[in-house]
């Protein structure tokens, strides 16, 4: 299953599922996706939020079948830290974390190496030191790979559950 939809709001409106790829604050001022939520077509949705994914196949207007998972952002930037904490002995927090998976986070491993690298600063694990480190994409591919798959199972459960009709669209 390929799928490519980021987003931290869903709001319906005109007969239109709109994804906006903003928070709530600024969901006015962002760029949406627009799908025909009232055809007779499914429409698959992936809300891939910080503490959460949400998975849902969309038809005619409502929800055929949905799934929440645990997995999201957040998640996402624990095994960063933690991939970084054992790999290179290096601390590194939150923000950091967040700024490498925004910068060169990439969820299929093969396909990381066009992502580049980063330099990135935290705190040597063996004197307590700052330090400097290049990071590769690779590595965060790697680092991410347990969150994604759980995002890819809940995506296959719902096709899954979903009518065929539906999921054929999807």
Do not use: W
């Amino acid at each position: 299953v390929n799928f490519t939809v980021f987003a931290d709001d869903i709001a319906q409106s005109n007969g239109s599922l709109a994804i906006n790829t903003g928070t709530s604050a600024s969901a006015e001022m962002t760029s949406a996706m627009l799908f025909p939520v009232h055809a007779p077509t499914g429409n698959m949705v992936v809300d891939i939020g910080g503490g959460t994914t949400d998975v849902a196949t969309i038809s005619l207007g409502g929800i055929v079948t949905s799934r929440s998972s645990t997995a999201g952002g957040n998640r996402m930037d624990e095994a960063i830290i933690q991939f970084i904490r054992k790999k290179y002995g290096l601390l590194i927090g939150e923000r950091t974390a967040e700024n490498i998976k925004i910068t060169i986070g990439c969820a299929d491993i093969e396909k990381a190496t066009s992502y580049g690298s980063m330099e990135i600063r935290g705190r040597d694990m063996v004197n307590g030191l700052p330090k400097t480190l290049e990071i590769h994409a690779e590595d965060i591919a790697v680092a991410i790979n347990d969150v994604v798959e759980n995002i890819i199972l809940s995506v296959r459960e719902v096709l899954e559950e979903t009518p065929p009709e539906i999921s054929a669209d999807v």
